[in-house]
């Protein structure tokens, strides 16, 4: 009975998920060419390359008949509208716009399109002048709007990898002044160790609990969803309470909380001190924010004997003094 079907979250953590981590895929069957070298024959006539959701390589062509070399080299194929020349072209006039605050713009190879992110926080002048350029491109550019402003420093929810493994930011904490990231243990035992995003692994436990702290490498940020939630505190979970939880996989997910204490076994492992609940995750969504709001979860004392995570590690979220 795998761990997928409960959906399991960590309290302050996130979802447990399938005790198993977006570790990099090798194809069972090796291609008769690379991608790069299957693209340089093709001249211009590409859109470029992209992986896949099963991590198989996929060749972007303009027409049927490239179509079909790609796939005689035992590559799959896609027909798509704009080369990469086209694409990359129009990248670089907005390169030449200047940079232009809480916005930027790239590549989205698996859609065949340039991306404009744009948030609450762009300038308007600028703002307007930036989507302005982007609609004279028509459907080669996709515009995005975001919350908030944009920032250097990792939030919660955020990619985490050591290079071979893949896990989710879950807050942003500190200890004994020290600026430090809050994710899920079995992220450490199961995906080889540190550093995770140039940050050395201070303190993991799993599985008798599922937590692990890493220096902070990305600077001073407050914790903060990649929502553009702002957390304050840490609490315990409650039966029936709605929550959300956040990962590089999923995104971010609703659902209501429907065990606590929970323990299990999976994979090996005899797990304790989880919740349940129906919000949605998928490999390398592990770690990543379980909350209610401002507040990881609702504070309830009494209706669970699961210590908050604060009182355990000796942190608080990053930024709330």
């Given at each position: 009975m795998r761990s997928t079907r409960f959906r399991l979250s960590v309290l302050a953590v996130g979802s447990f998920g399938t005790l198993a981590l977006a570790m990099t895929t090798v194809p069972a069957a090796f291609a008769a060419a690379t991608p790069a070298a299957v693209m340089n024959s093709l001249g211009?006539?590409?859109?470029?390359h992209y992986l896949d959701d099963s991590g198989a390589s996929v060749v972007t062509v303009l027409n049927d008949a490239d179509a079909a070399k790609v796939r005689a080299s035992g590559l799959n194929a896609q027909v798509v509208k704009y080369s990469l020349s086209q694409l990359g072209t129009v990248k670089q006039q907005l390169d030449a716009t200047g940079g232009v605050p809480s916005a930027g713009w790239g590549l989205d190879l698996a859609h065949n399109q340039v991306v404009v992110d744009v948030y609450d926080a762009t300038p308007k002048a600028q703002k307007d002048a930036l989507l302005e350029t982007a609609r004279q491109h028509g459907d080669m550019v996709?515009?995005?709007?975001?919350?908030?402003?944009?920032?250097?420093?990792?939030?919660?929810?955020?990619?985490?990898?050591?290079?071979?493994?893949?896990?989710?930011?879950?807050?942003?904490?500190e200890k004994d002044g020290k600026k430090l990231l809050l994710s899920a243990g079995h992220c450490e035992k199961l995906g080889g160790g540190g550093p995770w995003n140039d940050g050395k692994t201070v303190d993991a436990v799993f599985p008798d609990e599922d937590?692990?702290?890493?220096?902070?490498?990305?600077?001073?940020?407050?914790s903060e969803i990649n929502d553009g939630t702002k957390i304050t505190e840490f609490a315990d979970a409650t039966v029936g309470e709605e929550m959300k939880r956040a990962g590089i996989t999923s995104g971010v997910t609703s659902g209501k909380v429907t065990k606590v204490d929970y323990t299990f076994e999976a994979e090996g492992y005899t797990v304790y001190h989880e919740f349940?609940?129906?919000?949605?995750?998928?490999?390398?969504?592990?770690?990543?924010?379980?909350?209610d709001g401002a507040r990881v979860s609702a504070l309830s004392p009494?209706?669970?004997?699961?210590?908050?995570a604060s009182s355990r590690r000796r942190c608080r979220p990053s930024g709330t003094g």
């Open positions: 211009s006539a590409t859109g470029g996709r515009v995005e709007h975001h919350p908030g402003a944009m920032s250097l420093f990792i939030k919660g929810g955020d990619k985490i990898s050591n290079g071979q493994a893949s896990c989710s930011n879950g807050f942003n904490v937590n692990m702290l890493v220096e902070n490498a990305s600077g001073d940020g407050p349940c609940t129906t919000a949605h995750s998928d490999h390398g969504d592990s770690g990543g924010p379980a909350y009494g209706e669970t004997r699961r210590r908050r």
